[in-house]
C-alpha cells in the first residue's frame, strides 16, 4: 500500500489537488491510502513552503502547484 499525503490549508486547490491523486492511483489500480496534512507546523517540517504538496510516502514530490491526473499517473508509475 503506498501513501499519498495531500500538504496544505486545505483551499481549493488542496482539494483538487487530492481529488486529482485518488483519480490516478485509481486509475493505476493502487492500493492506497490518501491523508490530508493542514497541520502548518507538520508542513514546514515536510520541508514544504509553497502548497498544495503531493508525498508519496513520506518523500514530497511536488510542492506549489496543481498537478493533473496524467502529471500524478506518471510520478505514480516511475
Same mark, same amino acid.
Given at each position: 500500500m503506498i501513501k499519498l499525503q495531500i500538504l496544505g490549508s486545505g483551499c481549493a486547490k488542496c482539494n483538487a489537488l487530492a481529488q486529482h491523486s485518488a483519480e490516478a492511483a485509481n486509475a493505476l489500480g493502487l492500493d492506497y491510502e490518501?491523508?490530508?496534512?493542514?497541520?502548518m507546523n507538520a508542513i514546514i517540517d /515536510?520541508?514544504?513552503m509553497s502548497t498544495p504538496a503531493l508525498a508519496v510516502d513520506g518523500e514530497v514530490k511536488s510542492a506549489g502547484r496543481l498537478l493533473s491526473v496524467e502529471e500524478i499517473k506518471r510520478?505514480?508509475? /516511475?
Amino acid at each position: 500500500m503506498i501513501k499519498l499525503q495531500i500538504l496544505g490549508s486545505g483551499c481549493a486547490k488542496c482539494n483538487a489537488l487530492a481529488q486529482h491523486s485518488a483519480e490516478a492511483a485509481n486509475a493505476l489500480g493502487l492500493d492506497y491510502e490518501l491523508e490530508k496534512i493542514t497541520d502548518m507546523n507538520a508542513i514546514i517540517d /515536510a520541508g514544504v513552503m509553497s502548497t498544495p504538496a503531493l508525498a508519496v510516502d513520506g518523500e514530497v514530490k511536488s510542492a506549489g502547484r496543481l498537478l493533473s491526473v496524467e502529471e500524478i499517473k506518471r510520478l505514480l508509475s /516511475a
